[in-house]
């Protein structure tokens, strides 16, 4: 007995590129975003030496350099998941001067040092 499908909720623009690209693969975007979850599954069930390197390579104990062809793709990909999924959700600027750090922003066309203390100054050329 199968278990009855579940509803649940994409991003638009993960699911317009399931569309594009479900229709070079014959598959409608549903058996896109299904294909594409089972390939990620099966990445992230590897349990080999290869996806511990590929592990070690996210958590900073391996240099990316080091990794084989095939444990990069596998990296790269994992990376622009990440930014994708994290970087909307981020305030850099806010962690930065919690850290102590100043950080530099474009606003209108007009480069701002945020500092550490909430301050903000415009950077102009002298």
């Not at 009855?4 to 569309?19: H, I, N």
């Not at 594409?36 to 104990?61: C, D, H, P, Y």
Request: glycine share 6%; proline share 3%; aromatic share 4%.
């Amino acid at each position: 007995m199968t278990a009855p499908d579940r509803v649940t909720r994409f991003s638009g623009d993960l699911f317009d590129e399931a569309v594009k690209a479900g229709a070079r693969e014959n598959r409608s975007a549903r058996q896109q975003l299904e294909h594409w979850a089972r390939l990620g599954q099966s990445v992230s069930n590897q349990t080999s030496a290869s996806r511990s390197r590929v592990e070690a390579a996210l958590a900073g104990k391996l240099a990316s350099e080091d990794l084989t062809t095939e444990e990069a793709v596998v990296f790269d990909a994992e990376i622009a998941t990440l930014i994708k999924t994290k970087l909307p959700t981020i305030n850099h600027v806010e962690e930065r001067a919690t850290a102590g750090y100043s950080s530099v922003i474009l606003h209108d066309g007009v480069l701002i040092e945020c500092l550490p203390d909430g301050s903000r100054r415009p950077l102009v050329d002298e």
